[in-house]
C-alpha cells in the first residue's frame, strides 16, 4: 500500500517536471495508411507531433468543415486552406523521417486526413479538451 502510493507520488512529481516535453502529444504514421492513434485527445495549449515512420510520403491536411469556427486552419505546408493544400500537395508532402507539428488554442473536435491517401481512409480526429 505505502509503496504503491510513493510510486504514485514519484510519477506525478515527474509529470510536472517535464512540463515542456508532456505537452507535445505525437501521433504516428506507421506505413499501413493510418494515423495512430486515430483519434488524439489533448488539452487546449498542447502540440501534436506527427511523426512518419513509413516509407512513403504523407500529409496533415485539416478538413476545412470539421474544424471549430474559431480555430486556425492547419495542414502540413502551412497551407491557409483545405483547397490550396489539395491544389499543391507536393508541398505539404512528409517525407519519411519528417515530422509536423500544430498547436492547438482553440477547444473542439478537429477532422483531418492525409491528401494522397484520403480514399484509403488515412484519416484521423484532435479532440482539444
Ligand atoms: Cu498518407
Known amino acids: 500500500m505505502r509503496l504503491t502510493t510513493a510510486t504514485f507520488a514519484t510519477l506525478s512529481t515527474s509529470g510536472c517536471l517535464n512540463g515542456q516535453s508532456s505537452s507535445i502529444q505525437t501521433v504516428t504514421m506507421p506505413g499501413d495508411l493510418t494515423f495512430e492513434p486515430k483519434t488524439a485527445t489533448i488539452e ?3 502540440t501534436v ?4 515512420e513509413s516509407d512513403i510520403e504523407h500529409t496533415v491536411t485539416a478538413y476545412e468543415d470539421e474544424i471549430p469556427d474559431e480555430a486556425t486552419y492547419f495542414a ?3 497551407f491557409e486552406s483545405e483547397r490550396a493544400a489539395r491544389n ?3 508541398e505539404g508532402l ?3 523521417g519528417e515530422d509536423y507539428e500544430h498547436t492547438f488554442d482553440q477547444p473542439g ?3 483531418y486526413f492525409c491528401i494522397p491517401h484520403e480514399s484509403s481512409g488515412m484519416v484521423g480526429t484532435v479532440r482539444v479538451k
Request: overall charge positive; proline content about 5%; glycine content about 22%.
Open 49 to 52: 507531433k506527427w511523426t512518419n
Open 44 to 46: 487546449t495549449g498542447e
Open 94 to 96: 512528409i517525407a519519411p
Open 76 to 78: 502540413s505546408g502551412g
Open 109 to 111: 473536435t478537429y477532422g
Open 88 to 90: 499543391r500537395v507536393t
